[in-house]
């Protein structure tokens, strides 16, 4: 273990997304700041009870999720995490996704600011039945190359 509490700080971050479910949702407060934020392609939330809010719901619509996170790019005051998210989805099916997070933290450690960066559209939107189609021609007209 590191005397450095951000670096610890991180871990913990990390470990527990990574052993995300709804038995350590109550480790949010020794892990984050009252006024940590939280942002993804769908939320924007702010304060421990809305990221907490948010989680739920993730957990409730989501079976076999899990977290991976396979990289870590450290600065002074930013580190971003590269992961992958694994879970069957209520109404969308079986997800796959490698994205990104930059996470911000107090001196002490603690996470004032977590952002997820990765695309919405490829792994929801041109799934869903009313959007997909549309969508697909759209980025089909768009593109260069033909998608796979």
């Known amino acids: 273990m590191t005397d450095d509490p951000r670096t610890a700080g991180l871990e913990a971050w990390a470990e527990f997304f990574e052993t995300l479910s709804h038995d350590n949702l109550d480790r949010l407060p020794a892990l984050t700041v009252p006024e940590v934020r939280f942002r993804d392609p769908f939320n924007d939330a702010r304060g421990r009870d809305a990221v ?19 990289h870590r790019l450290s600065a002074a005051d930013l580190t971003i995490l590269r992961w992958r998210f694994e879970a069957t989805v209520t109404g969308i099916g079986r997800l796959d996704v490698i994205g990104t997070s930059e996470v911000r933290q107090a001196a ?18 041109l799934r869903l039945p009313l959007l997909g189609a549309p969508l697909r021609l759209i980025r089909q007209r768009l593109g260069a190359v033909p998608p796979r």
């Not at 907490?52 to 396979?70: E, K, Q, S, Y």
């Not at 603690?110 to 997820?116: F, G, K, T």
């Open 108 to 125: 002490d450690g603690r996470v004032a600011e977590h952002i997820d960066h990765w695309d919405s559209g490829e792994h929801v939107y």
């Open 52 to 70: 907490r809010a948010v989680l739920v719901h993730t957990l409730n619509g989501c079976r076999d999720l899990r977290f991976t996170v396979t």
